[in-house]
């Protein structure tokens, strides 16, 4: 058949588009398969090209992935039904690029989930649960629930013998992040957890095993029934999740990843025995009934993963487990969990919220002094008010109070928030009588003589109201949170201050921040901090940011939201 000028145009385009649909298929395949067609040589050439170009645009990352903090590579397992990378952790804010493979004979996809109210918990069941939904139109929908307000990113659904490159930003706030394969009849084998920490760790499928007994050196593990067994998503070795105290094993497996080839060194300090294995090979043997301290052993290893165990078990007295590793470029990278500054081991206890209603912690609070009182929202936002100075000291995000030091080892100091996003407002009184509106703040003194603290009383969802009184003047501080608007986004709280008394003062002042503002569309940013206020006129001045009270009948409100600069 011979093909004239016009119907080689249409070919062109017909190709074009066809290639474009099938832009996963490999390039080498349809070289070959192209060369075995009866087309011309330039309508061949136009198909080849036209794929080559759009190969080249799915590897480009998207426009500020250009330089990637993290790269993680998941693979699925060919005819086991599983992801090879069950946990990894990437730092807060970091850019992230996923490289998702699936040498299976099954399509699959890799969906990464927000915590959700379970923290994670649920291991993306809510998102899995709206894959079902779906009915018939979820095979028209890749069995993704597209917009999906829990669906922090997704790879789409991948075929057999192909891959996906896609990238975001991980979140800010630190947690177990939950991600799937939605395809029907997959999500109970293959799901994993991301990490979002601070200390973001190299490694990745870390899980424990606890045994409960009474040893004098390390039992093998192998013959025993483990108690309770999981996934460090963090990639930090941690016997927090042991509910015991005494008489107790964990047996930590994963795999580290070594960035170059080299001498690597590995301590472990521990109370009572442990031992660290590398590629099943032990390193550190420090087996047996002791106190702390550490023990070196030192291997050389290839660049890649290589199998690392952690064994230990807790006799009695105090319990203590430290790691940390040195290699080529570093020195004392912490693989464990960091243990209070006493140096004793003391069992994380989270204080959480529960049924939506507000929890308190009425203790030595770091940043917030000695009457500080704590209050934790379900809606995810935290709060420290100081009742020597009647102040708000701190506000936060996430996580609440870890109450181990006070409530089990009746530990002496402070203890600072467990979530992130920790913004401190200033020291001193918060609400005082000045002069002039640009008269110097008084200085801060430990427990202010001239406010009087009246408690608190409890409200809807076991919110607490402050009462203070100055010149006989009542003051009510109301705290209120506030939702996020859309899923990833960070919540806000909003602070209502009512004053009444039959002789108000003309010069009172209530000092929100310190510090230099920049104003934008009525509210004041400064780092993180963003705040908003109804009901009152703002001072700004490189010093502070002050409102004065103006009473109107005896009575004045303000309305303050604070927010975080995201």
């Not at 009184?429 to 009246?454: G, H, K, Q």
């Not at 409200?459 to 009462?467: A, E, S, Y």
Request: aromatic share 10%; hydrophobic share 35%.
């Amino acid at each position: 058949m011979r093909i004239n000028k016009t119907q080689n145009v249409v070919f062109v385009f017909i190709y074009f588009w066809y290639f474009e649909i099938l832009s996963r298929t490999n390039i080498l395949f349809l070289s070959k398969h192209t060369d075995k067609m009866n087309h011309p040589p330039i309508v061949r050439l136009f198909m080849l090209f036209s794929l080559l170009i759009h190969t080249l645009a799915l590897a480009s990352p998207p426009e500020g992935f250009e330089k990637v903090d993290e790269v993680v590579t998941i693979s699925t397992l060919a005819s086991q039904m599983k992801y090879d990378v069950e946990s990894f952790s990437v730092k807060p804010n970091s850019k992230v690029q996923i490289i998702f493979k699936n040498p299976d004979s099954l399509p699959h996809n890799l969906i990464l989930c927000t915590p959700g109210k379970k923290k994670g918990g649920d291991r993306g069941q809510e998102v899995m649960d709206a894959v079902y939904k779906l009915g018939d139109q979820g095979v028209k929908m890749n069995w993704e629930p597209v917009g999906h307000p829990r669906i922090l990113a997704s790879s789409g659904m991948v075929q057999p013998g192909h891959q996906k490159i896609f990238y975001f930003k991980a979140p800010r706030a630190q947690g177990d992040y939950p991600y799937i394969c939605t395809f029907p009849g997959h999500y109970t084998l293959m799901n994993g957890l991301m990490g979002v920490t601070k200390n973001s760790n190299p490694i990745t499928n870390l899980k424990y095993k606890i045994y409960h007994g009474k040893w004098k050196k390390l039992p093998e593990f192998s013959s025993l029934e483990p108690k309770k067994e999981g996934f460090l998503a963090n990639g930090l070795f941690d016997i927090s999740r042991v509910e015991l105290t005494d008489h107790f094993g964990v047996l930590f497996t994963g795999q580290i990843d070594c960035d170059k080839d080299g001498n690597y060194t590995f301590n472990i300090s521990s109370d009572d025995g442990s031992q660290l294995l590398i590629d099943e090979q032990v390193v550190v043997d420090n087996d047996g009934l002791h106190g702390g301290g550490f023990k070196s052993g030192s291997v050389f290893l290839k660049q890649g993963n290589h199998g690392i165990e952690v064994r230990y078990f807790e006799s009695g007295g105090q319990e203590e487990l430290q790691v940390n590793w040195s290699g080529p470029g570093f020195r004392n990278k912490p693989l464990s969990r960091v243990l209070p500054k006493r140096g004793r081991a003391v069992k994380s206890i989270p204080i959480t919220s529960t049924n939506g209603e507000a929890i308190i912690y009425r203790n030595f609070i770091d940043g917030a002094g000695p009457r500080a009182i704590g209050v934790g929202y379900d809606e995810g936002v935290n709060l420290a008010f100081d009742a020597n100075n009647m102040r708000l000291a701190m506000i936060w995000h996430g996580d609440f109070m870890d109450g181990g030091r006070h409530w089990i080892a009746r530990g002496l100091g402070f203890q600072p928030p467990a979530g992130n996003d920790v913004i401190h407002l200033p020291e001193g009184l918060a609400l005082t009588r000045l002069d002039t509106d640009d008269f110097p703040w008084p200085a801060p003194v430990y427990r202010t003589e001239d406010i009087s603290f009246e408690g608190y009383t409890l409200g809807k969802l076991q919110r607490p109201t402050f009462k203070y009184i100055l010149d006989e003047v009542l003051i009510t501080d109301k705290f209120i949170p506030v939702l996020p608007s859309s899923e990833g986004k960070l919540g806000k709280i909003r602070r209502v201050l009512q004053f009444s008394g039959d002789d108000p003062p003309l010069n009172l002042y209530l000092r929100l921040a310190h510090g230099g503002f920049t104003q934008q569309n009525g509210t004041y940013l400064k780092d993180k901090l963003m705040i908003a206020v109804e009901g009152g006129e703002v001072l700004a001045s490189n010093l502070d940011l002050r409102v004065p009270i103006i009473f109107k009948d005896k009575k004045s409100e303000l309305e303050i939201v604070y927010s975080w600069v995201e």
